[in-house]
């Protein structure tokens, strides 16, 4: 056989096939009628039942590593209360210190000089964190079918408001060596873990309305006008946004008073912060949460009443994580407090509904 006839040959045999797969192909995704309905739209019960575990809180203060502050007025028996256990102190400083702390005396900020500042930079807190509450919604899910068994998905919902159950409590880890009284009688060396707050002490800790559409593309089995029952499986994407965010008021007190603490230091009175005394700062709390997405897989099946009503039912699971900041700022001191958590949400979704086809 000549090499160009079996050439054309060939090239006949490629362009049939090709026209048959065509043909094959495109009845799939084909407007005509093909014995099931394109479209359907259903409504029911959405229960969301985060999975995630609480993870801690990382904190930052616009106090740097070894800042320099001064002490200002401090009572003696603040000074006592403070001093790292174990570390040595000058036996006439000790005294003088005994002494003003039984009159209740003050040390004059003449007298109580300078201390540098450790550990307030940053710190994480282990055993905090936030952990979204279960929720029930209205979802209503639509569906557009390419052909009988393929279809493609948006799940939506009234966005329920969420609440976020605190864990834990928070400590500044604060120490500092003080040099009273110009050094003259030795340093001290200072160390406390400071109370912020409990998370868990006066109920949820935050709120959030939360927004997760999502979108599947999903394969159903069995065939339209022969099974009554068909299970289906879906993979998709979600994307989560938060909005209407809200700090439960007394945890927002205690960051406030965190951020009196900081602003004292930076307005040198280091000893005013040891003692919760307001500065002339006016710190204000914000709360934010970042946008995500997720992927989303999906078990369900549907039951046919008939040919146009249905029932569905079904089980998803998306890795759902987020990013929650708190921040305490002032507007003479911009951020004094910045303070970041991951959220695992991790959702498993339970829906339940009616829907119609056409």
């Not at 009284?181 to 006066?202: K, Q, V």
């Given at each position: 056989?000549?090499?160009?006839?079996?050439?054309?040959?060939?090239?006949?045999?490629?362009?049939?096939?090709?026209?048959?797969?065509?043909?094959?192909?495109?009845?799939?995704?084909?407007?005509?009628?093909?014995?099931?309905?394109?479209?359907?739209?259903?409504?029911?019960?959405?229960?969301?039942?985060?999975?995630?575990?609480?993870?801690?809180?990382?904190?930052?203060?616009?106090?740097?590593?070894?800042?320099?502050?001064?002490?200002?007025?401090?009572?003696?028996?603040?000074?006592?209360?403070?001093?790292?256990?174990?570390?040595?102190?000058?036996?006439?400083?000790?005294?003088?210190?005994?002494?003003?702390?039984?009159?209740?005396?003050?040390?004059?900020?003449?007298?109580?000089?300078?201390?540098?500042?450790?550990?307030?930079?940053?710190?994480?807190?282990?055993?905090?964190?936030?952990?979204?509450?279960?929720?029930?919604?209205?979802?209503?899910?639509?569906?557009?079918?390419?052909?009988?068994?393929?279809?493609?998905?948006?799940?939506?919902?009234?966005?329920?408001?969420?609440?976020?159950?605190?864990?834990?409590?928070?400590?500044?880890?604060?120490?500092?060596?003080?040099?009273?009284?110009?050094?003259?009688?030795?340093?001290?060396?200072?160390?406390?873990?400071?109370?912020?707050?409990?998370?868990?002490?006066?109920?949820?800790?935050?709120?959030?309305?939360?927004?997760?559409?999502?979108?599947?593309?999903?394969?159903?089995?069995?065939?339209?006008?022969?099974?009554?029952?068909?299970?289906?499986?879906?993979?998709?994407?979600?994307?989560?946004?938060?909005?209407?965010?809200?700090?439960?008021?007394?945890?927002?007190?205690?960051?406030?008073?965190?951020?009196?603490?900081?602003?004292?230091?930076?307005?040198?009175?280091?000893?005013?912060?040891?003692?919760?005394?307001?500065?002339?700062?006016?710190?204000?709390?914000?709360?934010?949460?970042?946008?995500?997405?997720?992927?989303?897989?999906?078990?369900?099946?549907?039951?046919?009443?008939?040919?146009?009503?249905f029932a569905v039912g079904s089980i998803s699971y998306a890795h759902l994580n987020n990013?929650?900041?708190?921040?305490?700022?002032?507007?003479?001191?911009?951020?004094?407090?910045?303070?970041?958590?991951?959220?695992?949400?991790?959702?498993?979704?339970?829906?339940?509904?009616?829907?119609?086809?056409?």
């Amino acid at each position: 056989m000549k090499k160009s006839t079996f050439i054309c040959m060939a090239t006949g045999l490629i362009g049939i096939t090709s026209t048959t797969q065509a043909a094959d192909y495109s009845k799939y995704f084909s407007m005509e009628a093909e014995g099931f309905k394109r479209f359907s739209v259903s409504v029911g019960a959405l229960h969301v039942m985060p999975q995630g575990k609480a993870q801690p809180f990382r904190v930052n203060t616009s106090v740097k590593e070894g800042e320099t502050a001064k002490v200002g007025d401090i009572k003696a028996q603040t000074v006592l209360d403070n001093i790292k256990p174990g570390s040595s102190v000058n036996p006439l400083l000790k005294a003088t210190l005994d002494g003003l702390a039984l009159i209740n005396a003050d040390v004059p900020s003449a007298l109580s000089g300078t201390a540098e500042i450790r550990g307030l930079s940053q710190w994480d807190n282990p055993g905090t964190g936030l952990e979204a509450d279960d929720v029930t919604t209205l979802g209503i899910m639509t569906n557009y079918f390419f052909t009988d068994n393929i279809s493609f998905e948006m799940k939506a919902g009234i966005p329920p408001k969420v609440d976020l159950q605190g864990k834990g409590k928070i400590y500044a880890p604060f120490s500092a060596t003080a040099t009273p009284m110009g050094g003259a009688l030795g340093n001290l060396e200072l160390e406390n873990d400071i109370f912020i707050t409990d998370l868990e002490a006066h109920g949820p800790a935050a709120s959030a309305r939360a927004w997760t559409p999502a979108f599947e593309f999903q394969y159903h089995f069995g065939k339209t006008g022969v099974n009554k029952f068909r299970p289906y499986v879906g993979l998709g994407l979600m994307y989560a946004y938060f909005n209407e965010l809200e700090i439960n008021p007394r945890t927002e007190q205690d960051l406030i008073a965190a951020g009196h603490m900081i602003a004292n230091i930076k307005q040198g009175q280091a000893g005013a912060s040891l003692e919760g005394t307001p500065s002339n700062a006016n710190p204000k709390v914000e709360l934010e949460a970042s946008d995500a997405f997720a992927p989303v897989a999906t078990v369900g099946f549907t039951y046919d009443f008939n040919e146009k009503w249905f029932a569905v039912g079904s089980i998803s699971y998306a890795h759902l994580n987020n990013e929650t900041t708190i921040t305490v700022t002032d507007n003479n001191f911009g951020k004094l407090i910045e303070s970041k958590a991951d959220i695992e949400i991790n959702p498993i979704l339970a829906y339940a509904g009616i829907g119609i086809r056409f």
